[in-house]
């Protein structure tokens, strides 16, 4: 893709607003990343955690105002998000809740000097998602399919795939996106610290290649050696390579292990545990 192409379509999300003199410290006493030091405009990931560290709602926190926040989740949990954070509140001077809008991922534009553009980290390219706003005037649409490869490319999770509550932010490569170290307090961040300085997850998600054949289902077993080592939670075809997919594989396997399916197909990992 040149520098210069755009590439557009509709980004499905759930919208939850936070806002009051209080808003910013409530979000960092909540979230797993440092959103009180964001200046306006600005945005990053973040998570919300169940006291044992398990996801909620993984989030694109956006400073829309000294005041106010935007938050981007995934379009089955805005409700569930909007719940936890009222329900913990208790005396913070913040409102939280719903809201409508729409959000349209542009592949290749730079976000700089607009106030409508939120930062997009999830495919591995220079992407902003504007929010309430139409695309670029030539901007090409892009493929669900194309995204879906960019996305397993860029070791992206998603929840209801590679997120549920049997995973920890850790085996998900999360910490080096959506969670900042040096915060203070907030929901699940201490078995968080404790794997991150005294441990290793023995499990974490990698790339792997497929050899060609149906796309396989989700949570397919990974085996090495006669050993179940993994399971395959998204696919998509690749041009150049086949068939990629998203897989958590245990940590001792090294990138470039064969791999096989329960169907005889072969399997390689690439890269580096999360």
């Given at each position: 893709?040149?520098?210069?192409?755009?590439?557009?379509?509709?980004?499905?999300r759930?919208?939850?607003?936070?806002?009051g003199?209080?808003?910013a410290?409530?979000?960092?006493?909540?979230?797993s990343?440092?959103?009180?030091?964001?200046?306006?405009?600005?945005?990053?990931?973040?998570?919300?955690?169940?006291?044992?560290?398990?996801?909620?709602?993984?989030?694109?926190?956006?400073?829309?105002?000294?005041?106010?926040?935007?938050?981007?989740?995934?379009?089955?949990?805005?409700?569930?998000?909007?719940?936890?954070?009222?329900?913990?509140?208790f005396?913070?001077?913040?409102?939280?809740?719903?809201?409508?809008?729409?959000?349209?991922?542009?592949?290749?534009?730079?976000?700089?000097?607009?106030?409508?553009?939120?930062?997009?980290?999830?495919?591995?390219?220079?992407?902003?998602?504007?929010?309430?706003?139409?695309?670029?005037?030539?901007?090409?649409?892009?493929?669900?399919?194309?995204?879906?490869?960019?996305?397993?490319?860029?070791?992206?999770?998603?929840?209801?795939?590679?997120?549920?509550?049997?995973?920890?932010?850790?085996?998900?490569?999360?910490?080096?996106?959506?969670?900042?170290?040096?915060?203070?307090?907030?929901?699940?961040?201490?078995?968080?610290?404790?794997?991150?300085?005294?441990?290793?997850?023995?499990?974490?998600?990698?790339?792997?290649?497929?050899?060609g054949?149906?796309?396989?289902?989700?949570?397919?077993?990974?085996?090495?050696?006669?050993r179940?080592?993994?399971?395959?939670?998204?696919?998509?075809?690749?041009?150049?390579?086949?068939?990629?997919?998203?897989?958590?594989?245990?940590?001792?396997?090294?990138?470039?292990?064969?791999l096989?399916?329960?169907?005889?197909?072969?399997?390689?990992?690439?890269?580096?545990?999360?």
């Amino acid at each position: 893709m040149a520098a210069t192409t755009l590439q557009a379509a509709p980004r499905l999300r759930s919208f939850v607003a936070v806002r009051g003199p209080e808003a910013a410290a409530y979000l960092n006493r909540m979230v797993s990343n440092e959103v009180e030091a964001m200046a306006v405009g600005e945005s990053c990931e973040a998570l919300l955690l169940t006291p044992k560290a398990r996801i909620v709602a993984p989030l694109r926190a956006w400073r829309r105002a000294d005041d106010d926040f935007l938050l981007l989740t995934e379009p089955d949990v805005g409700d569930r998000l909007a719940r936890e954070l009222v329900r913990a509140r208790f005396a913070a001077k913040c409102e939280i809740a719903v809201e409508e809008h729409r959000s349209i991922l542009v592949i290749g534009l730079d976000g700089s000097g607009r106030d409508d553009a939120v930062a997009n980290d999830d495919y591995g390219v220079p992407a902003v998602e504007l929010v309430d706003t139409d695309p670029p005037a030539g901007a090409a649409a892009i493929e669900e399919a194309e995204l879906e490869r960019l996305r397993i490319l860029a070791r992206t999770p998603r929840l209801g795939r590679e997120l549920d509550d049997r995973v920890m932010p850790a085996e998900a490569g999360l910490e080096h996106r959506a969670i900042s170290f040096t915060k203070g307090c907030y929901p699940g961040q201490e078995p968080v610290a404790r794997l991150h300085f005294r441990g290793h997850p023995n499990r974490g998600l990698r790339v792997v290649v497929l050899d060609g054949g149906e796309l396989p289902s989700y949570d397919a077993e990974l085996v090495h050696e006669g050993r179940a080592v993994g399971r395959i939670t998204s696919a998509a075809y690749d041009a150049e390579r086949g068939m990629v997919a998203l897989a958590y594989v245990r940590r001792e396997v090294p990138a470039g292990s064969r791999l096989e399916l329960g169907d005889g197909r072969a399997a390689w990992p690439l890269g580096e545990t999360a």
